[in-house]
T-cell receptor, first 112, second 115 residues
Framework: EDQVTQSPEALRLQEGESSSLNCSYT??????LFWYRQDPGKGPEFLFT?????EEKEKERLKATLTKKESFLHITAPKPEDSATYLC?????????????WGLGTSLAVNP | GAGVSQSPRYKVAKRGQDVALRCDPI?????LFWYQQALGQGPEFLTY????????KSGLPSDRFFAERPEGSVSTLKIQRTQQEDSAVYLC?????????????FGPGTRLTVL
């Protein structure tokens, strides 16, 4: 069964304390892996798309990497405004299938 | 340009009532998706449109759920005879093309509470 698992479920960091969030997947074929950020009461906000193992993308304090089994979202020197739930989703390489399969998310809290 | 908008933002329904949730995608976006998100969970796929064609409705939980996009733009998700288990946030997303790797942009969601 196609599955996406995120860890940890929750993470609390001090401002400036770097860390990584994990997204592991077991799917029949990966067409793309997506990272989103979701703030309370809002829809997910797109961060990155990764397509193949070895690919990396960066945006401000965030860096996403991809291997054949998992993706990491590295947060360098986080600030309180980085507090949010980070969601990972995959799109399968299966014909015209367009749907995303989502993990449960990692709730990140950054204390000042 | 405006992002994806959804209305209403909040809806309270009595059990058994019908509800209609509206999604206005980003102008020119071909693909439109509906997701259901329970509290503390990731979004769950409901259905997908490419223009006016509903190409995948495999995620609709029952025949009480119905979605349409008659002119290939605005979409409506209708839930008939609402049940308490339908309480969730309903998210709409759109993407520019039909290619599955196109980024999906989400609206703010409609929070449905069924009493």
């Amino acid at each position: 069964e196609d599955q996406v698992t995120q860890s940890p479920e929750a993470l609390r960091l001090q401002e400036g304390e770097s860390s990584s969030l994990n997204c592991s997947y077991t799917v029949s074929g990966l067409r793309g892996l997506f990272w989103y950020r979701q703030d309370p009461g809002k829809g997910p906000e797109f961060l990155f798309t990764l397509y193949s193992a070895g690919e990396e993308k960066e945006k401000e304090r965030l860096k996403a990497t991809l291997t054949k089994k998992e993706s990491f979202l590295h947060i360098t020197a986080p600030k309180p405004e980085d507090s949010a739930t980070y969601l990972c989703a995959v799109r399968l390489n299966a014909g015209n299938n367009r749907k995303l399969i989502w993990g449960l998310g990692t709730s990140l809290a950054v204390n000042p | 340009g405006a992002g994806v908008s959804q209305s209403p933002r909040y809806k309270v329904a009595k059990r058994g009532q019908d509800v209609a949730l509206r999604c206005d995608p980003i102008s020119g976006h071909v693909s439109l998706f509906w997701y259901q998100q329970a509290l503390g969970q990731g979004p769950e796929f409901l259905t997908y449109f490419q223009n006016e064609a509903q190409l995948d409705k495999s995620g609709l939980p029952s025949d009480r759920f119905f979605a349409e996009r008659p002119e290939g733009s605005v979409s409506t998700l209708k839930i008939q005879r609402t049940q308490q288990e339908d309480s969730a946030v309903y998210l709409c997303a759109s993407s520019f093309g039909g290619a599955g790797t196109d980024t999906q942009y989400f609206g703010p969601g409609t929070r449905l509470t069924v009493l």
